[in-house]
Every structure is written in C-alpha cells, then in structure tokens.
C-alpha cells in the first residue's frame, strides 16, 4: 500500500508561486508514475501533470505548460509541483496521485493512490 501525504498549498497573489510537495511512503516509488490533479468547485478533477520515473516522461495540462514545474526525488520518494505565474483559475485543491503503472495520469481513473489533497487560493 501507498501513503501519499501533500504540504505546501495556501493562499497566493495572481502572479505568485508556490510549491506543493508530495511525500510517498509505504513502498518504493521507483516504479511508480506520480503526478496531480486539482478539483475546483463544481468542476470535474482534472489532470494537471505527471511523471514516469525521476526525470522521465512527463505530461502537462495545456492550461499550465510554462508555468508549472513536476520533478521527482526516488531518493526522497517525493514528487513537487513549482507553479510560477500562478492566475485566479488556478484556485482548487491540488491532489497527489500514483499508480503501480508506467503510464501518464491523464485521466483520474489512472491512478490507484490519493492524497488527501492541499488548497491552493489566488488571489487578484
């Protein structure tokens, strides 16, 4: 079994940044693909990005390509998110995810493991 545990989320100016931080315990992370996803309210949870391995594979939504940031530590068995030029629409709760799988987390349904997830806020 995985444990995910997320830290770093909180309220920001359009503009900021801010760093979210996943750390995974309960199984080695090598194996594993790690990203996130964010849920605002009254919206589907969407993927946001994701990564194969450390400094492999990664994917981005089109709304945060150039702004956003995922690498990975298997040392540390973390994964983190940089958002830079951070904008309003990127207010929701940002998750971390994995799966057991060497596959992109395009869509929710691909991964296994959750966190509990961290509230990010911009702010105008």
């Given at each position: 079994?995985?444990?995910?545990?997320?830290?770093?989320g909180?309220?920001?100016?359009?503009?900021?940044?801010?760093?979210?931080?996943?750390?995974?315990?309960?199984?080695?992370?090598?194996?594993?693909t790690?990203?996130?996803?964010?849920?605002?309210?009254?919206?589907?949870?969407?993927?946001?990005?994701?990564?194969?391995?450390?400094?492999?594979?990664?994917?981005?939504?089109?709304?945060?390509?150039?702004?956003?940031?995922?690498?990975?530590?298997?040392?540390?068995?973390?994964?983190?998110?940089q958002?830079?030029?951070?904008?309003?629409?990127?207010?929701?709760?940002?998750?971390?995810?994995?799966?057991?799988?060497?596959?992109?987390?395009?869509?929710?349904?691909?991964?296994?493991?959750?966190?509990?997830?961290?509230?990010?806020?911009?702010?105008?």
């Open positions: 079994q995985v444990q995910l545990v997320e830290s770093g909180g309220l920001v100016e359009a503009g900021g940044s801010l760093k979210l931080s996943c750390a995974a315990s309960g199984r080695p992370s090598s194996t594993y790690m990203g996130w996803f964010r849920q605002a309210p009254g919206k589907e949870r969407e993927s946001v990005a994701s990564i194969i391995g450390a400094g492999g594979t990664t994917y981005y939504v089109d709304s945060v390509k150039g702004r956003f940031t995922i690498s990975r530590d298997n040392v540390k068995n973390t994964v983190t998110l958002m830079n030029s951070l904008k309003r629409e990127d207010t929701a709760v940002y998750y971390c995810a994995a799966t057991n799988y060497r596959r992109l987390l395009i869509t929710s349904r691909l991964a296994e493991y959750w966190g509990q997830g961290t509230q990010v806020t911009v702010s105008s």
